[in-house]
């Protein structure tokens, strides 16, 4: 089938908007009618990385309804609405037979090939093979996925926002509530308030912390803390971040931190403002190999630093609880919306990226539930 899309040919240049051919689903995957997009700032990094594999479609932040089925799949069928996951796992590994499939690494060899995880494309122009982003490529109007990456929803849940739950508040959220394991009535510190700590901080709400610390170096993304469950906010410019922290947590510090920044500076602070027996879970990506945090008396300190991958969710769980936190009034996800764009204006999303002073307190999103046709094809599949 035919279809527009947005493709990266070149490092670091403008997304270019193609009529593409898509290839139908092959016996374990779905393809989806793309409703909604975000824009992460990890399509950025994809954008300006000589590693993408090229021409690309980008995108892994998406939802839309599934059109068509391959023979295997079972989980969904046509007429479901459905958010998109980028890691879709095996469930036979020493991982997910664990119950850790957000350490499943079955999808990542064929994922940096530019593959989806049968090890193949299904995209392509005048025969040249085009590559996947994150096993879905959400920048089109179509996507053929694998169906461990579709994570149905409920039909009250709207699909603009439900696209929003595939990356930035997954992680954010799942970093508190499963890796941090955050606790009623506790103190958390959330170092970056972006696209996943304001999600950290929603979780920390939503888990019940009673002082739920944002640390930021931009103004506007404190301000914008306040109105997700931040209690305190803390610029590091204004003074010692550490004193201040401890003065407000009884000279102790708090008992969680999560760092959501990719600064390794910004982790030794965390850990420097945890109290003892706290923990300081990591779900920024760092550039640099090194990490250097203060190890005197480190036996006695009794302090927790792990890495956290995806929230440490399982998308199949996780995603479903969080459409249902939203439909519940609980989770803020209208708010995440920054702006909403057509496909043709998708580089105006990247350029916001350069924009030191901007807000990034949420996502762009590329919305195609303005197409008239798309609204009769989902009439047609309601009837399915």
């Known amino acids: 089938m035919k279809m527009k899309a947005a493709i990266l040919k070149e490092v670091g240049k403008p997304l270019v908007i193609e009529t593409i051919d898509l290839a ?16 992460c700032h990890s ?11 090229k021409p690309v479609v980008l995108g892994h932040e998406g939802a839309g309804i599934v059109v068509e089925i391959g023979p295997n799949v079972r989980s969904v069928k046509p007429g479901d609405k459905v958010t998109l996951s980028w890691i879709p796992y095996c469930g036979v590994c020493v991982y997910c037979t664990n119950g850790q499939v957000h350490l499943c690494e079955s999808a990542f060899g064929p994922m ?12 392509s122009k005048d025969g040249e093979m085009i590559y996947h982003d994150s096993c879905l490529s959400t920048f089109a109007e179509y996507a053929v996925v694998d169906e461990m990456s579709c994570v149905k929803l409920p039909d009250a849940m709207p699909l603009e926002q439900a696209a929003l739950l595939g990356c930035g508040v ?32 929603q979780g920390a709400r939503i888990a019940g912390a009673s002082k739920i610390i944002a640390v930021d170096m931009k103004p506007q993304n404190l301000e914008a803390a306040k109105k997700f469950g931040a209690t305190h906010v803390v610029n590091p410019a204004d003074g010692n971040l550490e004193e201040v922290v401890k003065g407000l947590t009884d000279g102790v510090g708090v008992q969680f931190a999560i760092d959501a920044t990719g600064n390794t500076k910004a982790t030794s602070n965390a850990w420097d403002i945890t109290r003892k027996g706290g923990v300081v879970v990591v779900v920024g990506f760092y550039t640099s190999k090194d990490l250097t945090i203060n190890a005197e008396l480190f036996h006695r300190r ?19 609880n969080l459409a249902q936190l939203y439909l519940d009034g609980k989770l803020m996800l209208d708010e995440l919306i920054l702006n909403r764009l057509s496909l043709d204006d998708i580089n105006i999303a990247f350029d916001g990226f350069h924009d030191c002073c901007g807000v990034n307190v949420g996502r762009a999103v590329i919305s195609f539930q303005d197409d008239t046709k798309f609204e009769e094809e989902q009439e047609l599949i309601e009837t399915v």
């Open 43 to 53: 399509d950025l990094i994809a954008q300006e990385s000589p590693g993408t594999p």
């Open 112 to 123: 940096e090939k530019g593959f989806l995880p049968e090890g193949t494309s299904r995209l």
């Open 170 to 201: 997954a992680t954010g959220y799942g970093a508190v509530v499963n890796a941090a394991k955050v606790t009623p009535g506790s103190s958390v510190a959330v170092f970056g308030c972006g696209g996943v700590g304001i999600n950290a901080i």
């Open 24 to 39: 139908p689903p092959k016996a374990n995957e779905v393809l989806v009618k793309i409703a909604a997009s975000g824009v």
């Open 302 to 320: 009794g302090k927790t630093l792990k890495g956290s991958s995806y929230g440490d969710i399982n998308p199949l769980r996780d995603i479903r």
